[in-house]
């Protein structure tokens, strides 16, 4: 049949059927190029992943106060521990609820934060754990925050989020219900878990303010998260924090605070890309060795195919086929395996954990690649097969 190139192609089946001729090179292309397609894919979702993670883990409506100059290090922050009610009785622009017997909360959380060695069922050896000291008011701020199992700790007990485990190094069973870590020079017994929209809170474990200040012997807090009211602006906290220098606060949107925090993995995010395009680079190279090979071993053939007629950019065009062919099947079993086996997985990071995400984004990057894989790795080889003798292919063995 001619096509749009103005000559006799080969049959579409053609390709097809050559390579189901050679079982076991076209099952190693395959593999091949389906690994290298995954590997993108597991590369891609933790960038994916890492993003998702940050970009929903700040509240619009929340400000952090904390220590002046401390917006990126919060676990370095020292704030006095009047500092809630003090921010209570001066600023109406703090979101109030209605309370108990008719009273009203004020949604401003006192939290003290922290990373420390923790020891799970009295292991030997600690793991570096992200803990977090509030109040049940917290829940008020942090509103995506939701307990799906067990109940808010008590005195000597913990919240531990969806990922804590993972942050840690830990099997989920290791903080189940009813199990105990040690922190601090304290026991404390595992009373619930909780998640937050894949948030960076769900690495953290929660434990009574008081009972984190008396193990940790200290009466400051680390910053105090406030839920602004409705038609509050961040400015009046802004200002607040500028005209009493005394108390050297600082105020920070949620918002901004992890926008800084992706701005600063930048670096690892650039890292990621580079190395989808050094497997890419892999993967091209792999599948124009495979195809070298199949020319060097079909030169007979080829030299058949010019003798009845076909001319050698249409021999060239059946040999990219085959490549793209291979390339595409390679990308739907690992478009496949990375929804059924890598979405979702967690991973650590030094911020906390979060899961992979393998969404239409990643698939599409992750089909893109194999197909270019497929294409630029044929190029090549079509192009030595289209510079054969035909009388030097005929005689060939």
């Known amino acids: 049949m001619f096509g749009p190139f103005g000559f006799r192609l080969l049959p579409w089946d053609y390709g097809v059927r050559n390579l189901l001729r050679r079982p076991a090179r076209s099952a190693l292309t395959l593999f091949s190029l389906t690994l290298v397609v995954l590997l993108v894919l597991v590369v891609v979702g933790f960038i994916r992943g890492l993003e998702a993670s940050l970009s929903v883990s700040g509240d619009p409506q929340v400000v952090m106060i904390h220590t002046l100059g401390a917006a990126e290090n919060i676990e370095n922050s020292s704030i006095a521990g009047r500092t809630t009610s003090l921010l209570s009785a001066s600023l109406a622009s703090i979101q109030r609820q209605p309370g108990p017997g008719g009273s009203k909360v004020v949604c401003a959380s006192p939290e003290l934060y922290l990373g420390t060695q923790i020891n799970v069922d009295q292991a030997s050896e600690g793991s570096l754990g992200l803990v977090r000291g509030v109040t ?21 007990e913990i919240l531990v989020g969806r990922l804590a485990a993972t942050k840690m190094g830990r099997r989920h069973d290791e903080l189940a219900l009813g199990k105990s870590v040690t922190f601090e020079g304290r026991t404390w017994k595992v009373s619930g878990r909780f998640v937050s929209l894949g948030s960076t809170l769900e690495s953290e474990m929660w434990c009574p303010l008081d009972d984190l200040q008396l193990a940790m012997k200290r009466q400051d807090l680390s910053m105090v998260a406030i839920l602004l009211a409705s038609g509050a602006v961040f400015a009046d906290l802004d200002e607040f924090c500028k005209e009493r220098l005394d108390l050297e606060l600082q105020a920070t949107p949620e918002t901004q605070y992890y926008e800084s ?5 930048g670096p690892v995010r650039l890292l990621a890309w580079l190395i989808v395009v050094i497997i890419a680079g892999a993967g091209v190279f792999t599948g124009m060795n495979i195809m070298y090979g199949a020319v060097t071993g079909r030169v007979r053939e080829l030299a058949t195919l010019q003798t009845i007629g076909f001319v050698r950019r249409a021999i060239a065009l059946s040999l990219i086929q085959e490549g793209v062919l291979l390339a595409a099947l390679a990308s739907l079993i690992a478009g496949v395996l990375g929804v059924l086996v890598i979405q979702g997985v967690a991973v650590r ?5 979060f899961t992979l995400h393998v969404d239409g984004t990643t698939l599409l990057i992750g089909f893109g690649t194999g197909l270019l894989i497929g294409v630029v790795g044929s190029i090549p080889p079509a192009l030595r097969a289209m510079r054969l003798l035909v009388v030097e292919g005929l005689k060939a063995i």
Do not use: D, S
């Open 136 to 156: 049940p008011v917290a829940l008020l701020v942090r509103r995506n925050v939701q307990i799906v199992e067990g109940a808010w700790p008590g005195p000597g």
């Open 261 to 265: 925090l992706e701005r600063h993995y």
């Open 349 to 353: 990071f030094t911020m906390g954990a």
